[in-house]
């Protein structure tokens, strides 16, 4: 049988959804650029930058991710335990326990759901393998050994993780969800050894 053919005024059609598709991308990239910009000239002079620069060494964590953690977390040293800012942040589901049986339900979606956003957004990039890439070695390059210690620490801690939940067959948005609340701790980690007094070597730890 003859390929069928597009009549004009369909690829007419197309060819304009497709460039309005186009526009759409671009225009979305310009507003992030915007606002990042934006956030980063906010910067300068507050109290919090030397906790944005250092959790910006974590993959996925750029301005606008690391500006809204900390400005919705604040002062990470209130956190003693690993497990709290990712609570704090309504990234831990549930338990209900019955006999020998534990069953745990969904996130409790607890706390800044403006900062758990931004931190499941950036855990997207620990899908790929863990690598430092010329744009965040820029990031980097500058922060404490220690600093950069906890970063890569996570960087393959979550790839492996990543992978291995896709490879068991988890549900997307449960692999984001868990890589979240991964990158939560590390944050904390990260933070926590930003603020630390010098020489105090018991941040490596988190």
């Known amino acids: 049988m003859p390929a069928k053919r597009h009549r004009a005024g369909d690829l007419t059609a197309q060819q304009i959804v497709l460039r309005e598709c186009i526009d759409a991308v671009a225009d979305a990239g310009a507003r992030v650029a915007r606002l990042t910009g934006q ?3 906010l910067l300068p ?7 944005v ?4 060494a974590m993959r996925g964590v750029g301005v606008i991710v690391a500006g809204t953690g900390v400005a919705e977390v604040g002062d990470f040293r209130r956190f003693d335990t690993l497990g709290q800012p990712m609570a704090w942040l309504g990234l831990t589901p549930p338990e209900h326990s019955g006999g020998a049986s534990v069953r745990r339900g969904g996130i ?4 800044s759901g403006l900062a758990r956003r931004a931190l499941i957004g950036g855990a997207r990039s620990y899908r ?3 690598r430092v890439s010329p744009k965040l070695l820029s990031r ?12 890569w620490k996570g960087h393959l801690r979550m790839c492996r993780r990543s992978r291995h939940l896709v490879a068991v067959g988890k549900a997307k948005v449960a692999v984001m969800t868990a890589m979240g609340c991964e990158m939560a701790g590390f944050i904390r980690a990260i ?7 010098p020489g105090d070597e018991r941040v490596r730890d988190g």
Do not use: H, K
């Open 39 to 41: 956030i980063a000239a």
């Open 128 to 130: 790929m393998q863990a």
């Open 191 to 197: 933070a926590r050894a930003a603020t630390a007094p």
């Open 53 to 56: 620069d250092a959790v910006r």
């Open 45 to 51: 002079g507050r109290s919090l930058v030397p906790v």
């Open 108 to 111: 409790i979606r607890a706390g």
């Open 140 to 151: 980097i390059e500058a922060l404490p050994q220690v600093v950069r210690d906890i970063a």
